[in-house]
């Protein structure tokens, strides 16, 4: 996925969750929107190097979306609406070997209790429900997920389980948007709940992925899969 043009600038503080006081390299200040409603730990923190993207839209009350940050020498890629971008590409172009064979890809379909499956893969005999969720964040030596108590991440679990005990196929797929090449695991210091969750779901069928991107100031794109320690 190639970014749209890129504008540098150091981070003065973020706050609401989903607001960035910037200052750009030149000089003027602005305030970002932050599409990411995570605790975003160690990934980002006051005078750390991001770059925000631009959009003219009359509709917009910021004007700007911020889209990466580095820490140490590591890009991240905060926005967690790429990862579903990312996602379908890699499944489109055959990296995500274990997703192909179906005919037919449509993302954001309902299904379960009022919820949207991210991607929902079809052939004439099976069905492929996957949700993917976007991991930036670093605990010592290792990537891990989530950042922050998700009761609606645990809720996505349980209804991938559901989709199994119906005869279907269901793909738990985080994709990590961060260029440390770290092995990845499940924060259950952070939400126990959801780690017991996800153990539950496995045992019974449902299926885990794990894929690494890399992140230039250009594009981000899906290239291996990453190793996950259970």
Not at 31 to 47: F, K, L, Q, R, Y
Not at 105 to 130: A, H, M, T, W
Not at 151 to 170: F, I, P, Y
Request: glycine share 6%; proline share 3%.
């Amino acid at each position: 996925m190639k970014f749209d043009k890129l504008f540098k600038g150091k981070l003065i503080k973020r706050y609401k969750r989903f607001l960035a006081d910037i200052v750009l390299e030149s000089g003027e200040e602005i305030t970002a929107h932050v599409p990411n409603s995570g605790a975003m730990t160690s990934c980002i923190e006051p005078d750390c190097e991001v770059w925000v993207t631009f959009h003219d839209n009359p509709k917009r009350k910021l004007k700007y979306t911020l889209e990466l940050t580095k820490m140490g020498e590591n890009l991240i890629c905060t926005n967690t609406g790429v990862a579903n971008k990312i996602g379908i590409e890699a499944i489109k172009n055959g990296t995500i070997k274990e997703l192909q064979g179906y005919t037919s890809l449509k993302p954001e379909q309902k299904y379960g209790k009022n919820s949207r499956i991210d991607i929902l893969l079809e052939n004439e005999n099976k069905k492929c429900f996957v949700e993917i969720k976007s991991v930036t964040l670093k605990i010592d030596d290792m990537l891990a997920f989530p950042d922050a108590i998700t009761s609606r991440g645990e809720k996505h679990l349980n209804e991938l389980c559901e989709m199994v005990n119906q005869g279907h196929r269901a793909v738990m797929l985080y994709i990590i948007q961060r260029t440390d090449d770290l092995p990845f695991r499940l924060a259950s210091e952070i939400d126990k709940k959801y780690a017991q969750t996800f153990k539950e779901v496995l045992s019974k069928g449902v299926e885990v992925l794990v894929y690494q991107s890399t992140i230039s100031l250009e594009e981000i794109n899906i290239n291996k899969q990453c190793k996950i320690e259970l």
